[in-house]
């Protein structure tokens, strides 16, 4: 079994289920599958890969990982005790091949009930496809590219830069990404005086002792897009929903659902007030950056006070250039996924699973970069343009 605990996902995925079990209990949702690289012929595995849903669907959540979940401080305990009867139902989720060599994945039902399938899913394809295609890993070449990662990191001047883990659901295998996370907190140091700041797989998190991070996903704002009074104030509905929820904890925001431009048209002074940052996840991380620190600023709220997290596809040399831009001028926190978790000298599969319908209408996501699309209905595409005056094509 690749995926032996429902802990083995990220953080963001029991943050926003707590807020569907208590705010949108009977949502039903849609989601869809999508492999980005051209010419990647999954469909060879699809066995594999229901087999592999299928043990998951058998797990249910051990008595140490709710005891761990009831430790968290913004984990309530009517969600723990919900997660204590939780399984996810396979007759929600179908794998087919498709003639072009590609796979379809589609999951469908309550959104309580479905939430939990996206990132083990995700880490089912790409171990199944690497223990495929990669019978012998090259783990030599992948300890000597961290190795060469942390070394960069221990350059002189940066010593407040602060990494963590979003590799879960592109991860090379699970087994790897462990390794990965004990070299990177034995040599990093973890903690306040450390530089690795945790990692986004909560399983892990408990395993090792580390800080688990995430607070909200794509889908949370899509969803609302269906959920909320007005297309208009969805993206308005969703921050204030998390914060009924949260009462001014996890609070760092999605920026991009809509575009950068209509997030700051929402992201108002009581707003930047109320959340502890932005996370940024498509579009030009420096102008966002700048943007976002201006903008705090016209709100009259110190910069300094808030977080800029960068998460978009994120390398090291990366990581600190957008550090020695920032550094000084705001709080900085970097999440580094596939680069962290897949990066033996294989190309790593782009993989995604997103949400494309809440209670029967499409929902989609405007991105500030191309090639993130994924949305079946054009009309709703321009519909969604036209509302949050958007010029930019680009959706996901």
Known sequence: MIITSLLDTDLYKFTMMQVVLHQFPGAQVEYRFRCRNPGVALAPYVREIRDEIRSLCSLHFQEAELTYLRSLRFI???????????????????????????????????????????????????????????????????RKRLDEKITRLGDAGLGELKI?????????????????LRVLAARLGTGSAGRFAGTSNVLLAMKLGLTPLGTMAHEYLQACQALGPRLRDSQVFAFESWAKEYRGDLGIALSDVYGFNA??????????KLFDGARHDSGDPFAWGERLIEHYRKNRVDPHTKTLIFSDGLTIPKTIELFNRFRGRCQLAFGIGTNLTNDLGYEPLQIVIKMTRCNGQPVAKLSDSPGKGMCDDEKYLAYLRQVFEIDSPHSA
């Open 263 to 272: 997030f700051l048209r929402d992201f108002d002074m009581y707003f930047c």
């Open 76 to 142: 309530k305990s009517d969600f723990v005790d919900f997660l204590g009867l939780f399984r996810l139902n396979e007759k929600c989720i179908s794998v087919s091949p498709l003639p072009s060599g590609e796979i379809d994945i589609t999951i469908q039902g309550p959104w309580l009930h479905t939430i939990l399938f996206e990132i083990p899913v995700l880490a089912i394809v790409n171990e199944v496809y690497f223990r495929n295609v990669h019978q012998v890993p090259d783990f030599v070449e992948g």
């Open 164 to 180: 963590a883990d979003y590799g879960t659901r592109r991860r090379f295998s699970k087994a790897w990404q462990e390794e990965v």
